[in-house]
């Protein structure tokens, strides 16, 4: 059934191409077919409907390592067409193919292409495609429906779900819920079926609802990857994407999807994916896309290149190796003629293709067939963590579903006395010290470990979990101590470290050269620099000037030049033009002299209204002075809105002004500003060691001024809140989280440098190594970031409202009105070459008409035309040669 209806409709096209004569091609396209005709190559053709830059890139890619690998000769014919537009998509391609071109590659739309492979499959040509479909006309490369089916099977046999909802987003999906239920039997778990997009208008809401109210909290999830970001966005906006609910998504796009505000969203997501983004081949190609991979853009597994372009590109090596064993000769094919000749090579090429197995030069994996079906490959079984996408898993055919998750471990100990078991810990907290520590608000008296919470409570307590120790927490106050090498001595939780007061101190304690000398850290968990902390930019006073912002100081000059250059066009056409000189006294039919409107003063009044928006009482009659006027409204029409709009984003986008942008500014007591720090800690340290000119100089001033230190973080920033010329240097990581909650604050600059938090403890401490291996698990399974949102982002947030900034108003630059400008002018001087024109044609016939010398006449008539202060034409004139003439007076009009 299938295949008669592509027949069927590769007849209808075929007719209708026959009856509107299709087979006349764009005019400019022909010598293109020709050169490649005479190219000693083998040109294939890429059709393409989305992401054509992209896809161009990756096909030619394609073609030059199979060229270079395998020293073939491919050459790559590219043809951009409309979405679903079939009968654009068939023109295109019988263009193509008189080109004699080996096989044709895409395009992505299903519709297209099922109508595309009936014309190759009819003349014996070679069609690729990389979508997902249950049929098996053509070559494709995507798994098929029954074999993500089994990768699903896997999946949920391993999550153990006895019930799930099942969302497709069209019937095309239904195949993989059929294969599901096959593979269950009748013992398979309870399943919900829903068609997320019913209404087919992109709303999904009111299913995602019915799914929240359900008691289903386990969901398969189906569809393509055009449809599956919105649908993730709106699942997020009903709530369902959350640590209540679990997700497999089977799309193979996933990777490529932007996951960044669902990382910690803490709901479990599953998906799967056919390519690693760590492949020298993957990566390679994603810089010829364009991607920087140096800068990380796509980091923590995600990956932009597509399964359609991996599939294309490893489509391009199946044909060439295909090219390399079975060489064969393109001959032109012309869709209008209706013979029965095909290709004579073109069916055992294709069988070819699929004998292969190939694994080298591939981004998706080995490649073999069973009939028309792919297999052989591999899929990676991924999850949404908040350090980003994670592999858990490798799912194939023949061993089925191998979990390779870093589960959380409970350490495994080789003997009793190295053993953390049962031993006890006294770990040092800074209390109050938000959001590292803090005293839990309760209306009830909280005692021993209870009564603290933030950051390093919860830290421990995931170490604790890790290594089966026992833990006393203990405040340490707020100094954090220093280390004198001359005399031996600490202070504050250096020192109760250094004689075994306590085991261990946890806040944001800066590791430092001089705090090593006397203690041990762990690896660091925290990466931060000291910054600046200061108040928001305020709004700027307005100028006086403020009108003339929306435009640059250009367009302001070019403006006013336009203005004198248009007033002078109308001042000279006006004399120019014959229809321009009227008769002042209508009641007298035979007038003796005629008058001109276009004065000079008439000229600029008339530029000014038109420019203004107003009228005015003169009106223009020769087409020139018309053509100039219309193209003077057309550019006044153009240049006013564009000023209307602009000032209106000037009024009312505020335009903050900042006392200090840069650490530069603070050195130089900018504006007044004083600033200070901490009075003891690592960043008081940092600039009593620096070497750096600025920060010599910073030390000095906070010597000189210590009334501006401060005992504790807390004391600085509530000075930078009371305080309009006060800034308070910090670590980075502090500054992040009162910026979140106290919304006059602001980060100023960048860091002035880089530092890391570490665990403090004894020196030479026996146990600092499984801390190590334990934050190094913390940190590959993403708990501390998870945490670090938490106490951020999450916990005492969302005060400040988190809308984007908004971005500046600009004013509009020669670049942005630059086209305006190039039509008044060349409308201006297409009317200056008209009047002149119009201007001499007259003399010539004017002369002819009195019989004069045309020279005596040009010479006349010129002579008054540079008379600017004459704007009266006397007809009767003894002293005119046209007096002198045999004719009578002619009116000018004639």
């Known amino acids: 059934m299938q295949t008669r209806n592509i027949l069927i409709c590769f007849l209808i096209a075929l007719l209708t191409n026959t009856l509107i004569n299709a087979e006349e091609a764009e005019p400019e396209m022909l010598p293109v077919y020709e050169d490649i005709r005479n190219m000693d190559s083998v040109p294939i053709g890429l059709l393409t409907d989305q992401n054509t830059e992209q896809m161009n890139i990756v096909f030619d890619h394609a073609i030059s390592v199979a060229n270079e690998e395998l020293g073939l000769s491919l050459t790559s014919f590219k043809e951009e067409v409309n979405y679903g537009d079939g009968y654009h998509s068939y023109n295109t391609l019988c263009r193509m193919l008189e080109t004699g071109i080996a096989g044709v590659f895409g395009p992505s739309s299903r519709h297209t292409a099922v109508h595309l492979m009936s014309i190759c499959d009819a003349m014996d040509i070679p069609h690729i495609y990389s979508y997902m479909s249950e049929y098996s006309e053509g070559f494709n490369l995507h798994p098929h429906p029954a074999d993500l089916s089994k990768a699903l099977y896997s999946i949920i046999k391993q999550f153990e779900w006895s019930r799930f909802t099942f969302l497709y987003e069209s019937a095309e999906y239904l195949t993989i819920l059929n294969e599901l239920n096959l593979i269950f039997g009748m013992n398979g778990p309870i399943v919900t079926v829903l068609r997320y997009d019913m209404q087919l208008n992109g ?261 604790a979990d890790k290594l089966g120790f026992n833990f006393t927490f203990k405040n340490g106050g707020n100094d954090y101590g220093s280390y004198n090498k001359t005399s031996n001595e600490s202070s504050g939780m250096l020192r109760e470290i250094m004689y075994g007061f306590a085991d261990l101190a946890i806040t944001d304690l800066t590791i430092t050269s001089e705090r090593e000398e006397a203690i041990d850290f762990s690896i660091p968990f925290m990466n931060l620099g000291i910054a600046i902390l200061y108040l928001k930019p305020q709004k700027a006073k307005p100028e006086l000037f403020t009108f003339m912002d929306p435009f640059s100081e250009d367009v302001w000059w070019f403006l006013g030049l336009s203005f004198l250059g248009v007033s002078l066009s109308f001042f000279i056409l006006g004399r120019l033009s014959p229809s321009e000189w009227d008769n002042p006294y209508p009641c007298i039919e035979e007038p003796e002299e005629l008058e001109n409107q276009f004065t000079i003063g008439n000229s600029v009044w008339f530029t000014t209204g038109a420019l203004l928006q107003q009228g005015s009482e003169i009106g223009p009659k020769a087409l020139s002075t018309r053509t100039v006027a219309s193209f003077w409204w057309f550019f006044t029409l153009i240049v006013v809105s564009s000023y209307t709009a602009n000032l209106a984003a000037f009024l009312t986008i505020e335009k903050p002004q900042s006392l200090i942008n840069s650490v530069d500014d603070l050195a130089d007591n900018k504006e007044g500003i004083v600033y200070g720090a901490k009075s003891s800690g690592s960043t008081r340290n940092f600039f009593q060691s620096s070497e750096d000119v600025r920060f010599i100089k910073m030390n000095k001033f906070m010597t000189e001024h210590p009334e501006y230190l401060t005992a504790t973080n807390q004391e600085g920033v509530d000075r930078v809140k009371t305080s309009t010329n006060y800034a308070f240097l910090m670590e980075s990581t502090s500054i992040e989280y009162n910026t979140k909650r106290e919304c006059n604050l602001k980060k100023i600059g960048d860091a002035l440098d880089e530092k890391t938090y570490g665990i403090a403890m004894r020196k030479n401490w026996p146990h600092r190594d499984k801390f190590n291996n334990a934050l190094l698990e913390l940190q590959e399974q993403g708990v501390l970031e998870k945490m670090k949102n938490k106490w951020w982002n999450e916990v005492g947030s969302g005060i400040c409202a988190t809308k984007e900034e908004t971005p500046d108003a600009t004013p509009l630059a020669m670049d942005n009105l630059a086209g305006v400008f190039l039509v008044l002018l060349v409308g201006s001087c297409a009317a200056m070459f008209y009047g002149a024109i119009s201007w001499v044609l007259f003399i010539i016939k004017k002369a002819r008409h009195y019989k004069v010398s045309l020279k005596d006449a040009f010479k006349e008539e010129f002579e008054f035309l540079v008379d600017f202060n004459n704007y009266i034409r006397v007809l009767k004139s003894s002293a005119s040669i046209y007096s002198r003439s045999r004719q009578s007076s002619m009116s000018a009009g004639s």
């Open 203 to 463: 709303n999904y809401k009111p299913i995602l609802r019915r799914v929240r109210k359900s008691s289903d909290n386990r969901i398969v999830v189906v569809g393509s990857s055009d449809t599956m970001p919105e649908f993730l966005n709106q699942a997020q906006q009903v709530g369902i994407i959350n640590e209540d609910y679990s997700f497999i998504i089977g799309n193979l796009d996933f990777h490529s999807f932007d996951l960044e505000e669902y990382k910690y969203s803490e709901a479990n997501i599953t998906s799967l994916r056919l390519f690693s983004p760590e492949k020298m081949a993957v990566k390679e190609l994603m810089q010829k896309i364009g991607y920087n991979i140096e800068q990380d853009e796509f980091r923590n597994g995600s990956c932009p290149l597509t399964v359609e372009m991996a599939l294309t590109y490893d489509a391009v090596q199946v044909f060439a190796e295909t090219l390399r064993n079975l060489p064969f000769h393109p001959v032109s094919q012309n869709c209008s003629q209706r013979t029965e000749s095909v290709r004579d090579d073109g069916s055992s090429f294709k069988n070819y293709m699929r004998t292969l197995r190939l694994k080298d030069r591939l981004l998706t994996g080995p490649i073999n067939f069973e009939g028309n079906v792919r297999k052989g490959y591999s899929l990676d079984v991924i999850e949404l963590q908040p350090s980003g996408i994670v592999k858990v898993g490798n799912w194939n055919e023949y061993r089925g579903y191998r979990p390779e998750r870093i589960a959380p471990t409970n350490t495994q100990f080789d003997n009793i006395d190295n053993s953390l078991a049962n031993k006890t810990f006294i770990v040092l907290l800074s209390v109050p010290n938000k959001p590292y520590a803090s005293l839990v608000e309760s209306f009830k008296k909280l005692e021993g470990n209870s009564q603290y919470e933030g950051y390093g409570v919860d830290l421990i307590k995931e170490l």
